[in-house]
């Protein structure tokens, strides 16, 4: 399979715990974005790489999310101390060089107890 | 805020009549995509138009865009049961061209 692949599927966990989620890309795309999406609206941009670089962070991730793309390849995204508002859907994306169109990965979705 | 606002928020037809969703965003845009997003295969692109483009096709989709207007539609002609899901305008921010932003969506129902 060479689409966008995330893991875990999904995730249970209390308030307070830490929660990381890993994206594998497609291939030689060296964007790779993040969203967030909750029940009934569209996905919520969360942050952009290009390569290895962080270019672009939206002011709705709180200091306690983070995402890293150490490599240019894989990326992670942690959320530390969740809580009940975190709980959703997130959704990753690439994309190659030169194109705008997007491929999305099938989520993590999220509920914290 | 959304950039995109899609109209109707949702939208029931009768398989084989042709579904028409409405877009409409707030700022200056290079391109504007229209996706697609059914439980069981995720966020799916499915046509892309410039800025400088007014209309679009592919197979069965009609995209077209007023820029004036800040609005795009998505007709769907002949629909099928497997147009079923909710579609999605997004838009690039003129000075961000790496970010787009997704509207709410109109959810389609096709009736058999």
């Known amino acids: 399979d060479t689409g966008v692949s995330q893991d875990p599927r999904h995730k249970i966990t209390k308030r307070g715990q830490n929660v990381t989620f890993r994206c594998d890309p497609i291939s030689e795309h060296n964007r790779l974005y993040w969203y967030r999406q909750t029940l009934g609206q569209g996905p919520e941009f969360l942050t952009y790489f290009q390569n290895e670089a962080q270019l672009e962070k939206s002011r709705l991730l709180s200091d306690r999310f983070s995402a890293e793309r150490p490599k240019g390849s894989f990326s992670t995204l942690e959320i530390q101390r969740t809580e009940q508002g975190d709980s959703a859907m997130y959704l990753c994306?690439?994309?190659?060089?030169?194109?705008?169109?997007?491929?999305f990965g099938p989520g993590t979705r999220l509920l914290v107890l | 805020s959304q950039q995109g606002e899609e109209d109707p928020q949702a939208l029931s037809i009768q398989e084989g009549e042709n579904a028409t969703m409405n877009c409409s965003y707030k700022?200056?845009?290079?391109?504007l995509q229209w996706y697609r997003q059914n439980s069981g295969r995720g966020l799916v692109h499915l046509i892309l138009i410039r800025s400088n483009e007014r209309e679009k096709h592919s197979g069965r989709l009609r995209v077209t865009l007023d820029t004036s207007k800040k609005s795009s539609s998505l007709l769907i002609t002949a629909s099928r049961a497997a147009d079923t899901a909710s579609y999605f305008c997004a838009t690039d921010w003129y000075s961000s061209a790496s970010k787009i932003i997704f509207g709410s969506g109109t959810r389609l129902s096709i009736r058999p």
């Open positions: 994306a690439s994309s190659p060089q030169g194109t705008e169109t997007q491929y």
């Open positions: 700022t200056s845009i290079n391109n």
